[in-house]
């Protein structure tokens, strides 16, 4: 089977950076996604590895050690609107063992303090 | 573009009765999935269909649920003989076709409640 393992909350000050951690155990791995989930809202996109090494968009920046079945988000600059639900997502073969359909970590929630 | 779309958004149902959920994935993505999300957790994966092909179930949770999808467009998630435990937030993605699976589009949910 699919774990990750997320924290469960992460609390910053604006303007600061934070680090937010995910290490998984899967039976079948093809990369590791981040999506960014604001309270009511739908999960949006963020990042993707599938490879080891860093991968940045703008403010955000993704890494992942596959030897180390281990990746991390780091937020720049925080802002208030970063206030939100986090979640890593595994992109494994699934039950056919083709699939590649996601299975996603429990979430942390980010508060940005002022 | 239009995104995903799903209605309704919100369904209140009384135990024991069948509801059907509706979603509309972006035009041209070949790739559609279910999950279910309740308070405070994390996705649980439900279905998956990639175009034509004989969709992964594995993550219905009971017999009750089943879904179908036509024309390789929109889909339909139907709970037979609703519990109080399948109230959760119920979405819909869709990804440009299996290979950007990893970039999934979702749409707004349906929050289901059974009283």
């Known amino acids: 089977g699919q774990s990750l393992e997320q924290p469960s909350e992460v609390t910053a000050v604006e303007g600061a950076i934070v680090q937010i951690n995910c290490t998984y155990q899967t039976s079948g791995f093809y990369g590791l996604s981040w999506y960014q989930q604001h309270d009511g809202g739908a999960p949006t996109f963020l990042s993707y590895?599938?490879?080891?090494g860093l991968e940045e968009t703008g403010r955000f920046s993704s890494f992942l050690s596959r030897s180390d079945s281990y990746g991390y988000l780091l937020l720049q600059e925080l802002q208030m609107k970063d206030s939100a639900s986090y979640f890593c997502?595994?992109?494994?073969?699934?039950?056919?063992?083709?699939?590649?359909?996601?299975?996603f970590g429990s979430g942390t929630q980010l508060t940005v303090l002022p | 573009g239009a995104g995903v779309s799903q209605s309704p958004s919100n369904k209140v149902t009384e135990k024991g009765k069948d509801v059907e959920l509706r979603c509309d994935p972006i035009s041209g993505h070949t790739a559609l999935y279910w999950y279910r999300q309740s308070l405070g957790q994390g996705l649980e994966f439900l279905i998956y269909?990639?175009?034509?092909?004989?969709?992964?179930k594995s993550g219905l949770p009971s017999d009750r649920f089943s879904a179908e999808r036509t024309g390789g467009s929109v889909s339909t998630l139907t709970i037979q003989r609703t519990q109080q435990e399948d109230s959760a937030v119920y979405l819909c993605a869709s990804s440009l076709d299996r290979g950007s699976s990893y970039e999934q589009y979702f749409g707004p949910g349906t929050r289901l409640t059974v009283t």
């Open positions: 997502a595994v992109r494994d073969p699934g039950s056919s063992g083709s699939a590649r359909q996601l299975t």
């Open positions: 269909f990639q175009g034509n092909s004989a969709p992964d």
């Open positions: 590895n599938g490879l080891d």
